[in-house]
C-alpha cells in the first residue's frame, strides 16, 4: 500500500521560508510523478507544483512561480517544496499527491495516491 506524509509545515512571517517534505513508502517513488497541491479555507484544491519520475521536468502555477522549487531524492523516497519570499495567501493546507504515470500533471484526477497534508500559515 502505498503512503505519503508530509511535514515541514508551521506558522513563518510573509517573507520567510520553509521546506515541505513528502515521505513515499510502499511503492516504486522512482516511476512516479509527483506533485504538490494546497486548499486554503473556504477554497477548492488548487495545483501548487510538479515534477516527472525524472526530475528534469517541473511546472508551476502562475502564482507561486520564481518563489516555490519542487525537487526530488528517489534515493530517499522524497519530494520536497521549498518556499521562499511567503505571502499571507500562501497560507493552506499542503498535499502531496503521486501519479503511477510518472508525468508532470497539473489535475487532481490525474493523481493516484495522496497525503494527509500539513498546514503552512503565514502571517502579514
Known amino acids: 500500500q502505498v503512503q505519503l506524509v508530509e511535514s515541514g509545515g508551521g506558522l513563518v512571517q510573509a517573507g520567510g521560508s520553509l521546506r515541505l517534505s513528502c515521505v513515499v513508502s510502499?511503492?516504486?517513488?522512482?516511476?512516479?510523478?509527483m506533485g504538490w497541491f494546497r486548499q486554503a479555507p473556504g477554497k477548492e484544491r488548487e495545483f501548487v507544483a510538479t515534477?516527472?519520475?525524472?526530475?528534469?521536468?517541473?511546472y508551476y502555477s502562475d502564482s507561486v512561480k520564481g518563489r516555490l522549487t519542487i525537487s526530488r531524492d528517489n534515493a530517499k523516497t522524497t519530494v520536497y517544496l521549498q518556499m521562499n519570499s511567503l505571502k499571507p495567501e500562501d497560507t493552506a493546507v499542503y498535499y502531496c499527491?503521486?501519479?503511477?504515470?510518472?508525468?508532470?500533471?497539473?489535475?487532481?484526477?490525474?493523481?493516484?495516491?495522496w497525503g494527509q497534508g500539513t498546514q503552512v500559515t503565514v502571517s502579514s
Open positions: 499527491a503521486a501519479d503511477r504515470l510518472g508525468s508532470t500533471e497539473r489535475t487532481i484526477n490525474a493523481y493516484d495516491y
Open positions: 510502499g511503492g516504486t517513488f522512482a516511476s512516479f510523478g
Open positions: 515534477i516527472d519520475w525524472t526530475g528534469s521536468n517541473a
